[in-house]
């Protein structure tokens, strides 16, 4: 018990999942502390998002343990919602509720799972999307809006549940080149507001600029974890060298 | 800034020679049966008589009643309307079901719409009445209901469930229309439901809603918009699959119409007049549905 402020909001530990016969994960074991910032970076199905998903439970793990909060997350568990209520997520495709206006996809969470009225979900969310500078644009259907402008409000949405910590999933992947700015510059002041993150994403410079520590997987398995300065300059592992010549190679 | 040039205007769309051909050709073939049905059927029209059966004048009073074939019409309308809301309950839920992860419901639905789906209409009406409802009713107590209960004896209860004295016959005329209906509301819930992508489940499960929640909120008003369509046309043919359990003598419009036809010998005339009462009933169902998919579609731009 040296470090009271650094408990671990998330612990997994010899996590590991199967689809079938493909192991998507073997043996993960990571701890997230409270404000901490991660970034998961890898090739691509190298089991980033099933980890990231497995935390909120949107996939089952078969094998290992996960904690959130000093709680334990199982697959078959009743009160998953209380749980899923302390951990935001953000999707790479934004998954807005099309038939709600964007001020509704903010308010269903706070009103169905936090029990608020009508009125109190409504200044709530309202005072997220000034947030994320797109409250003039509550009244609006999500298919009117641009993706970076869906992907704020995916992350007002989320933030709607005041959860204690985010995840993201590829959250800017689905985007134009020119929409990526302002939904990074939305992570990047929640990352200095000390929101607890653990961003997959390819955004190098993103990574570099928030992150306390970076999470490489290849192959369902954590290769290394290293601070952006270590990572980014004098990698470990020839997987990681490899996959950086390639990211950051042109 | 550059001034750019105006849109070019769009030529209005007209009738070409081509339509006014077709629509033309047509009106001939109408005019042409018409004119060949009654050079060759001998055959006394008589609407007088079968119209007085819609709405009958008592010459003694002199005053106008309503007659059998309306009485008619209003049970099937009647009847149409509890099997279209009792089907459509039956139909969510068991097409729900057919999505659920758990077997047992899985397969407790899917036997359901299986076996109703496969046998013909008319089987599985007799068999609904023989074995199930002509047991059951009486058991519990539906054919002896007091005529004089301030519960049915009230012009409400007229208006929803008619006479009295036809309540159980009318109950088992509905529940066998919604079940039969149902099975096939059923397959277009489930369809509605599983045409909702995964992602939606996600972010509605993601921010903490239950699967009730999930469904209510999120699921089936997306799905509700899409199966519009689809279950305008179940409905409508409810309403006019209503005209079969005038085989269990269920005293609704074509029960008693066939009655008028062979009591009048007006059989064309009974007949065309009565098809004019389905159109009528199902055209305005078809306008109220086309209404809502408008609405629909409004709230999704």
Not at chain 2, 10 to 23: A, G, I, S
Request: aromatic content about 10%; proline content about 4%; charged content about 20%.
């Amino acid at each position: 018990m040296e470090d009271q402020t650094k408990e671990p909001l998330v612990s997994i530990s010899g996590l590991s999942k199967w689809y079938e016969d493909f192991n998507a994960l073997h043996d993960i074991n990571l701890t997230v502390s409270m404000g901490e910032k991660l970034v998961i970076c890898g090739p691509s199905g190298s089991g980033k998002s099933t980890l990231i998903r497995c935390i909120n439970q949107l996939e089952a793990h078969q094998k290992g343990t996960i904690f959130v909060d000093g709680l334990e997350v199982r697959p078959e568990m009743k009160n998953l919602e209380s749980i899923r209520r302390d951990i935001g997520m953000v999707f790479q495709n934004f998954n807005l509720f099309p038939h709600k206006t964007i001020l509704e996809n903010l308010m269903l969470g706070p009103i169905r799972n936090r029990g608020l009225s009508f009125k109190d979900a409504e200044a709530l969310a309202m005072q997220y999307l000034e947030k994320v500078q797109i409250a003039e644009q509550a009244n609006k259907y999500p298919a009117q809006l641009s993706g970076g402008q869906q992907q704020r409000v995916a992350i007002a949405r989320a933030l709607c549940m005041t959860p204690k910590i985010m995840l993201f999933d590829e959250p800017t992947s689905a985007l134009d080149p020119e929409m990526i700015a302002g939904v990074l510059d939305v992570m990047v002041q929640l990352a200095d507001e000390g929101m607890t993150m653990i961003c997959v994403t390819h955004e190098m410079g993103f990574a570099r600029k928030i992150a306390d520590r970076i999470v490489f997987m290849d192959e369902g398995e954590i290769i290394e974890i290293a601070t952006p300065e270590v990572f980014f300059s004098a990698p470990e592992s020839e997987r990681a060298k490899l996959f950086l010549s390639q990211v950051l190679g042109h | 800034m550059t001034k750019r040039p105006s849109a070019p205007a769009v030529p209005r769309k007209r009738l070409t020679v081509t339509d006014y051909t077709l629509f033309a050709g047509v009106i001939v073939l109408i005019f042409f049966s018409i004119y060949r049905v009654n050079d060759v059927l001998v055959y006394n029209w008589n609407w007088q008589r079968v119209l007085s059966f819609v709405v009958r004048f008592d010459s003694e009073t002199g005053t106008y009643s309503a007659n059998l074939l309306l009485y008619g019409l209003m049970t099937t309308v009647r009847l149409a309307f509890w099997a279209t809301v009792l089907a459509a309950i039956i139909g969510l839920i068991v097409g729900y079901w057919r999505t659920c992860n758990n077997l047992t419901l899985r397969i407790i639905s899917r036997g359901y719409v299986e076996l109703i789906r496969n046998i013909p209409p008319l089987v599985f009406i007799f068999i609904f009445f023989f074995f199930i409802s002509s047991q059951i009713f009486p058991a519990l107590g539906f054919d002896n209901i007091d005529r004089d209960n301030v519960l049915v004896d009230n012009v409400l209860f007229r208006i929803f469930f008619g006479d009295v004295r036809l309540f159980s016959n009318f109950l088992a005329g509905v529940l066998c229309l919604a079940m039969f209906e149902a099975a096939y509301i059923a397959e277009i819930v489930r369809a509605g439901i599983q045409s909702i992508g995964k992602d939606q489940w996600e972010a509605a499960r993601a921010i903490g809603l239950s699967r009730f929640n999930v469904l209510r909120d999120v699921i089936l008003p997306q799905a509700g918009r899409k199966i519009l369509p689809p279950l305008a046309g179940q409905f409508i043919t409810l309403i006019k699959d209503s005209s079969i359990v005038s085989l269990i003598s269920i005293q609704e419009l074509t029960f008693l119409a066939t009655e008028v036809a062979s009591s009048t010998t007006k059989v064309f005339e009974t007949w065309i007049l009565v098809g004019g009462m389905y159109f009528c009933i199902c055209f305005s169902f078809a306008v109220l549905f086309g209404w809502l998919e408008r609405r629909a579609r409004r709230s999704l731009k």
